[in-house]
């Protein structure tokens, strides 16, 4: 079974650019992940997806950060304009459903440098 | 509110014993332990839900006290491959959180030979 994928894996851009990630969950997983992890760092939620609808995105900067999940499967995660601050690695995570106490599985991540 | 993990770090000989600590100032439904070693993605180990179930997955372990709201994970015989970095991820009674990981700060643990 194929895993979460992510691309690009490494992205290095100066402050007041724009950025964009994108996510392939594990098919047939219905909810979908977005997280922010500072180095040194647990994941921070920034938003969670259940098919193509929004079920949490209180913890996003909605000024400057967007998420959008088309047709259920595919997302991408937006940075515009990018700070110093966002300097992180986002990793998207997918499970099967959004209930209670089901494994999220992640994906490798994309390690963002903002100079 | 993000859980707290103990110790930060830690450092053991192959073969000797390990234990982590989770704890959270809110009531918990369960609590998910990942580990992540440099540089990729966070590993999912297992889950412990509200009841004081304990799991086990060969030499890791895992317990969930309801009434300290905390939960312990349990390395034993420790190995090479251990070292990484374990998280806890807390899941809350709140109606606000269904599903929703809240993770600790995490604890690095190093095996030497």
């Known amino acids: 079974e194929a895993g979460v994928a992510q691309s690009p894996r490494y992205k290095i851009i100066e402050k007041r650019q724009s950025v964009a990630f994108w996510c392939n969950p594990i098919?047939?997983?219905?909810?979908l992940y977005w997280y922010q992890q500072i180095l040194g760092q647990g994941p921070k939620l920034l938003i969670q997806?259940?098919?193509?609808?929004?079920?949490?995105d209180s913890q996003l900067p909605k000024d400057r950060f967007s998420a959008e999940r088309l047709k259920g499967v595919d997302s991408t995660l937006k940075i515009q304009p990018a700070k110093l601050e966002d300097s992180a690695v986002y990793l998207c995570?997918?499970?099967?459903?959004?209930?209670?106490?089901?494994?999220?599985?992640f994906g490798p991540g994309t390690r963002l440098t903002v100079t | 509110q993000q859980p707290v993990q103990s110790p930060q770090a830690v450092i053991l000989r192959e073969g000797e014993d390990a234990v982590i600590n989770c704890s959270s100032s809110?009531?918990?439904?369960?609590v998910h332990w990942y580990r992540q070693k440099h540089g990729e993605a966070p590993v999912f180990l297992m889950i412990?839900?509200?009841?004081?179930e304990q799991k086990g997955h060969e030499k890791i372990s895992a317990s969930f006290n309801e009434k300290k709201q905390q939960s312990s994970l349990y390395l034993t015989a420790s190995q090479l491959s251990y070292s990484g970095t374990y998280f806890c991820?807390?899941?809350?009674?709140?109606?606000?959180?269904?599903?929703?990981?809240?993770f600790g700060q995490g604890t690095i643990l190093t095996v030497h030979p």
């Open positions: 412990l839900l509200k009841g004081g």
């Open positions: 995570a997918s499970s099967f459903t959004s209930g209670r106490s089901h494994e999220q599985y």
């Open positions: 098919s047939g997983h219905a909810t």
């Open positions: 997806f259940q098919n193509n609808g929004v079920v949490d």
């Open positions: 809110k009531a918990l439904y369960s």
């Open positions: 991820g807390t899941e809350h009674l709140d109606g606000t959180s269904y599903g929703k990981l809240t």
